[in-house]
């Protein structure tokens, strides 16, 4: 089976886990690519440039948005986010798969670009938890907490848009991981990723 890569879009509110389960994943499955994003926010703790993201000024960034460097770029919470184009084209062209995490628009402009692309909604079992979760990083202040809160709320409204919703469960993150590891798995296998050319091949078998 060879052809483009397959596009994964995990999304869902700030403080469902997206960061955790993406990073677990991506352990388990080397050969999956990751798309890193550019931002205007500065380095949390611990956060390299072009591993975490790629860290630009605001003049950078917008350089970039009028050279039509993004596939997609968001204004979320005081703050420029964008999905880097080249690389994105380039690794699902050679074949491989991928995988990002934007913010739910995000996540929607893409499928108008990649129609193909799976969309994955992670959830919180309960809404309490994105604050206790984003409390419990002490990255954000308090009006930013309070900002991306609101921001979940209206997020949550686009799920129907999504092809599967995952439930990260306090305490049980193991379990979503398998549950995301599930669906890049069974992706794969979907009869009509399946170039017409292979089918034909076993058809006349
Ligand atoms: P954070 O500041 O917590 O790293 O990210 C804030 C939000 O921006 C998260 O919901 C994250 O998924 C989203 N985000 C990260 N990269 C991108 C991107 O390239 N495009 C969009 N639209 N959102 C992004």
């Not at 770029?73 to 934007?102: A, S």
């Amino acid at each position: 089976m060879f052809g483009p890569g397959l596009l994964f879009v995990v999304s869902g509110p700030s403080g469902a886990g997206k960061d955790t389960l993406v990073e677990a994943l991506r352990t388990r499955m080397p050969r999956l690519k990751y798309s890193v994003s550019a931002t205007t926010r500065p380095p949390r703790r611990g956060e390299k440039d072009g591993i975490s993201y790629f860290f630009w000024t605001r003049e950078a960034f917008e350089r970039r948005v009028a050279e039509g460097a993004f596939l997609e770029h968001r204004e979320y919470n005081g703050n420029l986010y964008g999905t880097p184009r080249d690389f994105v084209e380039r690794t699902l062209t050679d074949g491989y798969d991928l995988i990002m995490k934007p913010e739910v628009n995000g996540a929607l402009r893409i499928q108008q670009a990649f129609p193909d692309a799976v969309l994955i909604f992670i959830l919180p079992d309960k809404f309490s938890h994105l604050r206790e979760r984003l409390e419990a990083r002490r990255t954000e202040t308090n009006e930013e907490i309070a900002r991306r809160l609101e921001i979940a709320h209206a997020e949550v409204q686009s799920i129907r848009q999504f092809d599967y919703i995952v439930i990260n469960e306090e305490r049980r993150s193991e379990e979503a991981v398998n549950d995301l590891e599930a669906i890049v798995r069974a992706e794969k296998f979907r009869i009509h990723r399946w170039g017409d050319d292979s089918i034909r091949e076993v058809e006349h078998s």
